[in-house]
């Protein structure tokens, strides 16, 4: 199975400034097939972007994705109060679909 | 608008069967592209998906855990079912369920609010 590694695990950023998380894939990821959550304490996963880079109904334009085969990146261009959790990718362009192992955007 | 909740026992003993039934609205489960999975996440970890049924009934299950889970639906009650044998307290997490987006890959655009389940003697 592919193996997703997501760097860095904790990001200290403040409101304002731009957050730029990764995703590296262990294989190629198939059609970038990729996709990001964003979970906050006590509450589901949220999809973000799937495709690797097409923004889910309802999500802000300041979310965007990039990449392809084993490197993808979340950006969000200025971080809203509101934008401070824990950040998943997932790939399912193979069997079984597979989570990393998250970061964790914190106020600094 | 799309909901899905969760419903099943919070505590289990080892050795234990899980069933957990994710009730749903605002979709059905009859119609071309839909599916429901389940995810896990133990406390203070990383999400775990462990099962998916098609509106066609094919199923795929997560080849680590494969021998120990069954996935059915009831269409007619709108209800997704997940059953664990041999439950261990490492089982122990936040059992969601999710609607997938019913194009291309599997990822999940509704989720329930999860239900805490844990193991122990």
């Known amino acids: 199975e592919i193996v997703l590694t997501q760097s860095p695990a904790t990001l200290s950023l403040s409101p304002g400034e731009r957050a730029t998380l990764s995703c590296g894939a262990s294989?190629?990821?198939?059609?970038?097939?990729l996709a990001w959550y964003q979970q906050k304490p006590g509450l589901a996963p949220r999809l973000l972007i799937y495709d690797a880079s097409s923004r889910a109904t309802g999500i802000p334009d300041r979310f965007s994705g990039s990449g392809s085969g084993t490197d993808f990146t979340l950006t969000i261009s200025r971080l809203e109060p509101e934008d401070f959790a824990v950040y998943y990718c997932q790939q399912y362009g193979s069997s079984p679909n597979t989570f990393g192992q998250g970061t964790k955007l914190e106020i600094k | 608008q799309i909901t899905l909740k969760e419903s099943g026992p919070t505590l289990v003993k080892p050795t234990q069967t899980l069933t957990l039934t994710c009730t749903f609205s605002g979709f059905s489960l009859s119609t071309s592209g839909v599916g429901v999975g389940w995810i896990r996440q133990p406390p203070g970890k990383a999400l775990e998906w462990l099962a998916l049924i098609y509106w066609d009934d094919d199923k795929r299950y997560s080849p680590s855990l494969k021998s120990r889970l069954t996935i059915t639906k009831d269409t007619s009650k709108n209800q997704v079912v997940l059953t664990m044998t041999n439950m261990d307290p490492v089982d122990t997490a936040t059992y969601y369920c999710?609607?997938?987006?019913?194009?291309?890959?599997?990822?999940?655009?509704?989720w329930g609010q999860g239900t805490l389940v844990t193991v122990s003697s």
């Open positions: 999710a609607h997938r987006r019913p194009w291309g890959g599997v990822t999940f655009d509704y």
């Open positions: 294989q190629s990821v198939s059609s970038s097939y």
